[in-house]
């Protein structure tokens, strides 16, 4: 009988922690990033190397990626989905996406070459951007190869980033 009311107890606290940690927790599942349990933080500054889960844009990529199913968990404003990301470019920065991958100020990023189709065989859209990144822009990329991020999606904007 001791074992239950602790078991009671424990698992109560358990579910008020997560009640009002809810927004707090994210549970990454897929392999774009490693896997695992972020919890969300407040940081006034975004600095490259942080890892952000960003509002994908209203774009026509970005409904693709929806439409075919790459994305679930979809809770964004508009119905868009979310991604969990590292910054690798932030305002100032030079930046290429094109075809032979995602360069930042002259250095390409290692696993940033787009796939021409995805596992079913579609077209993936591609990318050609040259431009300095703008005050409220930032590169997401993921750390996999098949990673969907700026590679596909172009500078995301401050706005979309929900937290580091």
Known sequence: ??????LIVVFAGLFVFFWFAKD??????????????YWRYDKPILERGDIVLACLPD??????FIDRGYLYGVSCPGGHGKILKTIRGIPGDQVIISRFGVTINGKRI??????SKDRLGREMPIKD???????????????????????????????????P
């Not at 549970?27 to 349990?37: F, K, L, Y």
């Not at 774009?59 to 693709?64: D, G, I, P, V, W």
């Not at 703008?134 to 172009?154: F, K, W």
């Open 1 to 6: 009988m001791k074992i239950l009311k602790t």
């Open 24 to 37: 707090r927790i994210v549970i990454n599942p897929t392999a774009s990033m490693p896997i695992g349990v």
């Open 59 to 64: 774009s026509q990529e970005s409904r693709l």
């Open 110 to 115: 290692e696993n940033s070459l787009p796939q």
């Open 129 to 163: 951007i040259q431009k300095t990144l703008s005050e409220n822009e930032y590169i997401l990329m993921g750390i996999h190869p098949q990673s969907l991020d700026s590679r596909y999606l172009g500078p995301i904007l401050k706005k979309q980033i929900m937290f």
